[in-house]
Nanobody, 120 residues
Framework: QVQLVESGGGLVQSGGSLRLSCVAS????????MGWYRQAPGKQRELVAA???????NYADSVKGRFTISRDNTKNAVYLQMNSLKAEDTAVYYC??????????????WGQGTQVTVSS
């Protein structure tokens, strides 16, 4: 059993900043990657940013230069610093974990989601 606890969402004005946090706990042998996805009303869930255990990052084109993903491997935590927020960033943001459990199986887990609302 793996749990992902997210925090940091909220309401912010256009141009403002927010920082999302996600901490993973439970039956995790090793982590391959952690990331953030988002889903706006009426749209499909999309990748925002991801970071591998080795520190390699990947960003959606729409957030490059504005968002920064980082990890704390000692805490099994991932963070998303969001700057220069726009109304189109409004969505539910989900933490994602790709890991290997103690049974040596590769698994994926999702957080419950945190709402980010950017007012224009």
């Amino acid at each position: 059993q793996v749990q992902l606890v997210e925090s940091g969402g909220g309401l912010v004005q256009s141009g403002g900043s927010l920082r999302l946090s996600c901490v993973a706990s439970g039956s995790i042998f090793s982590i391959h990657a952690m990331g953030w996805y988002r889903q706006a009303p009426g749209k499909q869930r999309e990748l925002v940013a991801a970071i591998t255990n080795g520190g390699r990052t990947n960003y959606a084109d729409s957030v490059k230069g504005r968002f920064t993903i980082s990890r704390d491997n000692t805490k099994n935590a991932v963070y998303l610093q969001m700057n220069s927020l726009k109304a189109e960033d409004t969505a539910v943001y989900y933490c994602n974990l790709v890991y290997r459990g103690w049974d040596n199986r590769s698994e994926t887990s999702w957080g419950q989601g945190t709402q980010v609302t950017v007012s224009s």
